[in-house]
């Protein structure tokens, strides 16, 4: 008889460690944190509480402090750690991840300096592994609190996808299958930007007809962006394009939205970000999403506004009359 599957999930923030409870609801599971006292509360309490408060994690779900520990278990590989820390984290492991093994990114953003997306980090740095993500409309808490949402796991091989799927799969969480590997991951990057955008609208107390603008105007510079780079803009009128959209852009709970309300209220970005005290991956990826518009020639108004107030170079109020100016053009076409 064929023994249960491993996964390993690294990075027990709010994302990953949620992640790693709904995988061991169906297999044996183990969380790395990089925190000796978060894996001591997890295996002892079955709680993550700086992350997650009270909720009660699974009983099968172990973790470790012991990163070498957690890559040479893995038959599935999951990296939660914020884009910024794929590189760092997976150095420490390149030679200890058995052949073949799957790896999938749950992350949001974009390397810094490189401009690379997490899976192209991560193939860079575990070559020969095939590589995905599961991403869509997943408030980390709402899940954790076992209310009803679905993700897509995005594969290049779909046989990959397909074996991956009942992995994290319940009668709640559902997970499609996508081969657009770049569509699906460029949706849930540049909507963290938008979502800056959405609560800074929220913050200045704009009307809903504004915020609709935001998020339609904003889902059509995600799609321009995504198809100048390669990617199916059909990919964007599902869960990883316009369900995360919405979700992150109306969501209380969004650390983005939430970033883009702190600085409605003055904060400086930094101010903000402290305050949150947890990643907000569209602060640091506006910056590199603009570089890349410039790169593909592509208009990204509302993309351009973000980067500029998360520069200081612009005051919140400042960014939506700047976007008053832009020039309407074809819907279809223009910004
Ligand atoms: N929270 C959500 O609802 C959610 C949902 C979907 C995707 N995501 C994405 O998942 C990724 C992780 O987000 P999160 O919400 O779990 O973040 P978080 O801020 O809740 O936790 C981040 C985790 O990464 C660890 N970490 C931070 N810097 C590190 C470093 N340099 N080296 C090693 N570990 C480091 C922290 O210790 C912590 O365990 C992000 O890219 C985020 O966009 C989050
Ligand atoms: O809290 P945020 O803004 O990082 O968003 C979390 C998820 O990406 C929503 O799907």
């Given at each position: 008889?064929?023994?249960?599957?491993?996964?390993?999930?690294?990075?027990?923030?709010?994302?990953?460690?949620?992640?790693?409870?709904?995988?061991?609801?169906?297999?044996?599971?183990?969380?790395?944190?990089?925190?000796?006292?978060?894996?001591?509360?997890?295996?002892?309490?079955?709680?993550?509480?700086?992350?997650?408060?009270?909720?009660?994690?699974?009983?099968?779900?172990?973790?470790?402090?012991?990163?070498?520990?957690?890559?040479?278990?893995?038959?599935?590989?999951?990296?939660?750690?914020?884009?910024?820390?794929?590189r760092s984290t997976l150095?420490?492991?390149?030679?200890?991840?058995?052949?073949?093994?799957?790896?999938?990114?749950?992350?949001?953003?974009?390397?810094?300096?490189?401009?690379?997306?997490?899976?192209?980090?991560?193939?860079?740095?575990?070559?020969?592994?095939?590589v995905g993500l599961l991403a869509g409309?997943?408030?980390?808490?709402?899940?954790?609190?076992?209310?009803?949402?679905?993700?897509?796991?995005?594969?290049?091989?779909?046989?990959?996808?397909?074996?991956?799927?009942?992995?994290?799969?319940?009668?709640?969480?559902?997970?499609?299958?996508?081969?657009?590997?770049?569509?699906?991951?460029?949706?849930?990057?540049?909507?963290?930007?938008?979502?800056?955008?959405?609560?800074?609208?929220?913050?200045?107390?704009?009307?809903?007809?504004?915020?609709?603008?935001?998020?339609?105007?904003?889902?059509?510079?995600?799609?321009?962006?995504?198809?100048?780079?390669?990617?199916?803009?059909?990919?964007?009128?599902?869960?990883?394009?316009?369900?995360?959209?919405?979700?992150?852009?109306?969501?209380?709970?969004?650390?983005?939205?939430?970033?883009?309300?702190?600085?409605?209220?003055?904060?400086?970005?930094?101010?903000?970000?402290?305050?949150?005290?947890?990643?907000?991956?569209?602060?640091?990826?506006?910056?590199?999403?603009?570089?890349?518009?410039?790169?593909?020639?592509?208009?990204?108004?509302?993309?351009?506004?973000?980067?500029?107030?998360?520069?200081?170079?612009?005051?919140?109020?400042?960014?939506?009359?700047?976007?008053?100016?832009?020039?309407?053009?074809?819907?279809?076409?223009?910004?």
């Amino acid at each position: 008889m064929s023994r249960p599957v491993q996964v390993v999930v690294l990075g027990a923030g709010s994302w990953g460690t949620t992640v790693a409870g709904l995988a061991a609801h169906n297999t044996p599971t183990l969380l790395w944190s990089r925190s000796s006292a978060a894996a001591e509360e997890i295996n002892t309490e079955r709680r993550n509480s700086r992350y997650l408060g009270d909720r009660e994690l699974p009983a099968g779900l172990r973790a470790t402090d012991d990163i070498i520990e957690a890559a040479r278990a893995a038959d599935v590989l999951v990296v939660g750690v914020p884009s910024h820390a794929i590189r760092s984290t997976l150095s420490e492991i390149s030679n200890e991840v058995r052949a073949w093994v799957p790896v999938l990114s749950l992350a949001k953003g974009l390397e810094p300096g490189t401009r690379q997306r997490p899976t192209e980090v991560i193939a860079e740095c575990l070559p020969g592994h095939p590589v995905g993500l599961l991403a869509g409309p997943n408030i980390a808490r709402e899940i954790a609190d076992g209310m009803a949402a679905a993700a897509v796991v995005a594969t290049q091989d779909d046989r990959v996808a397909s074996a991956l799927q009942p992995l994290f799969a319940s009668s709640v969480f559902r997970v499609y299958r996508n081969t657009d590997v770049l569509g699906c991951e460029l949706g849930g990057v540049l909507k963290n930007i938008v979502a800056i955008a959405s609560g800074m609208a929220d913050g200045l107390g704009v009307g809903d007809n504004t915020r609709a603008m935001v998020l339609a105007r904003g889902l059509a510079e995600m799609t321009r962006l995504g198809e100048a780079m390669g990617a199916d803009p059909r990919t964007f009128a599902g869960l990883t394009g316009v369900g995360d959209l919405i979700a992150t852009c109306m969501s209380p709970a969004s650390r983005n939205r939430r970033v883009g309300e702190a600085l409605a209220r003055g904060l400086t970005v930094e101010q903000a970000v402290a305050e949150l005290g947890q990643v907000a991956e569209g602060v640091k990826t506006a910056p590199t999403v603009m570089e890349l518009a410039r790169d593909f020639d592509v208009e990204m108004p509302i993309a351009a506004e973000v980067e500029a107030v998360v520069a200081g170079r612009r005051t919140p109020a400042d960014a939506y009359r700047g976007l008053r100016k832009v020039a309407p053009g074809d819907e279809h076409d223009m910004a």
